[in-house]
């Protein structure tokens, strides 16, 4: 199902709070599918009053709800951008309000432990979904799927990951308890990408 949001063009199951249920929208009133606005930036709601209460897709696009984000430039809430993080680093000069705006009116994704939404060309990625082992090779110009997910792998930290997972002679892992985001650039393609696990 396409989801109609510029930075997140993954599955809607992988959207944090979204209900495929219909549900009731208390912004507009209309039934529809929707969020659960329990995590959701309300202005016009205390955290009390948020609880059980749903918000559909329309009404987070057009800013009537919205949601925080942990990104690689910084913590994202209706302030703006702030360091909290060691990953968090200085967004990149002339980054665009506009993003800014547009990715609190986009969904969180389901995570372990916390979301870490990626940048590039001074702008935020799209989140396209996450990826397997096999994956990373069916993706792979030359069939590489190390060497991609050592090209979107960007912390040093993460990278052992694919070679802690392979088998003694084995040049792909089968699989791993971890769960790889995948982010693509909207203005020029790249993928990036980083993993959690529980």
């Known amino acids: 199902m396409p989801t109609g949001f510029h930075y997140f063009l993954g599955p809607a199951k992988e959207m944090a ?3 495929d249920q219909v549900v009731h929208c208390w912004y507009c009133g209309q039934e529809h599918a929707g969020f659960r606005l329990d995590d959701a930036s ?3 709601l205390t955290e009390r009053e948020r609880a059980g209460k749903f918000g559909c897709m329309d009404c987070l696009r057009q800013g009537r709800f919205e949601f925080w984000h942990d990104t690689d430039i910084g913590l994202l809430d209706e302030e703006g951008l702030t360091h909290v993080y060691k990953h968090n ?3 990149p000069d002339g980054f665009p309000v506009e ?4 990715l609190r009116r986009t969904p969180q994704i389901v995570t372990w432990q916390q979301e870490l939404w990626l940048t590039h060309c001074r702008d935020f990625m799209a989140y396209l979904g996450t990826w397997e082992p ?3 090779v069916a993706h792979a110009r030359d069939g590489n ?3 991609l997910f050592l090209l979107m792998t960007r912390s040093d930290e993460e990278r052992f990951l694919w070679d802690s997972c392979c088998d003694a002679g084995a040049d792909v892992p089968t699989g791993w308890r971890a769960t790889y ?3 693509q ?3 020029c393609g790249a993928l990036a990408g980083n993993w959690d696990c529980d």
């Open 42 to 44: 309300c202005r016009d």
């Open 185 to 187: 650039c909207r203005h």
């Open 99 to 102: 993003s800014l705006v547009g």
């Open 145 to 147: 799927g190390r060497g």
């Open 89 to 91: 680093g200085p967004p």
């Open 17 to 19: 709070g979204w209900s």
């Open 181 to 183: 985001y995948v982010f």
């Open 134 to 136: 096999k994956d990373f």
